[in-house]
């Protein structure tokens, strides 16, 4: 794996030396991002997100040229999301071990959890740039995301206002790990992004061995 890393840092370097000399249309941007979440689960269960789960990111692409023209280019950067997710999965500690259970019941306040990452955003860009118009054009990004935990909680409240908190408990990976794929035009892009691993720990017993990814779908401004 840090081979791969490595590879892809120096190819990386590479491109963006090769047309650092050369006039190149480049489209470095500031991002800033607003989604609704779902979960997906694999195997037996209902839904089981409530309300309006939602998640914020804020990233700097850096654009580096794959071709002369500018339409196609590749594009690296680093970021920050925060997601926060209501449910019906509760989640319960028992000494050193973490349990999800789902609720059949709506007999409670509040359930969600949250977290924050940091994120490394690789992906491919196409866009329909050209000499005449170089601000409103179509775009396409098809990209990987590499996040690393830095905040989690969970939080549940019952009806006769019983709150339990819990703070860096080891629920989710330190590792997160996605695809996206951004479409759009000036400034309305719509953004898809699934989570390829399990949002919560590998260590979290489930009562029915599922798995838990996260999609979302949201929309993206570019500042810059």
């Known amino acids: 794996m840090s081979r791969l890393v490595f590879i892809i840092l120096l190819l990386i370097c590479y491109i ?7 006039y190149i249309f480049r489209d470095d941007q500031l991002k800033l991002g607003l989604y609704y979440n779902d979960i997906i689960l694999s195997g037996e269960g209902s839904k089981i997100t409530k309300g309006f789960s939602y998640s914020f990111s804020i990233a700097y692409i850096r654009d580096m040229p794959l071709s002369k023209d500018g339409k196609w280019s590749m594009g690296i950067g680093i970021g920050y999301s925060y997601q926060e997710h209501y449910t019906n999965i509760k989640i319960s ?3 050193n071990n973490v349990t999800l259970t789902q609720m059949i019941y709506d007999g409670y306040n509040n359930n969600k959890f949250s977290n924050g990452y940091i994120e490394l955003p690789i992906e491919f860009r196409w866009r329909t740039i050209s000499a005449d118009n170089y601000d409103d054009y179509y775009r396409i990004h098809l990209g990987f995301n590499l996040g690393y935990l830095l905040s989690q909680s969970s939080t549940f ?5 019983l709150r339990l908190t819990y703070y860096d408990s080891n629920l989710f990976p330190d590792i997160r790990y996605g695809i996206y794929l951004t479409l759009g035009k000036g400034i309305w892009n719509l953004d898809f ?13 489930d009562q029915k061995n599922r798995s838990y990814n996260m999609f979302k779908v ?7």
């Open 157 to 161: 409240e019952s009806s006769n206002k």
């Open 16 to 22: 963006n030396r090769s047309y650092s000399q050369e």
């Open 193 to 205: 992004h699934y989570g390829i691993n399990n949002i919560f720990n590998k260590d979290i017993k």
């Open 218 to 224: 949201g929309w993206i401004v570019y500042i810059i």
């Open 93 to 95: 500690k028992d000494d």
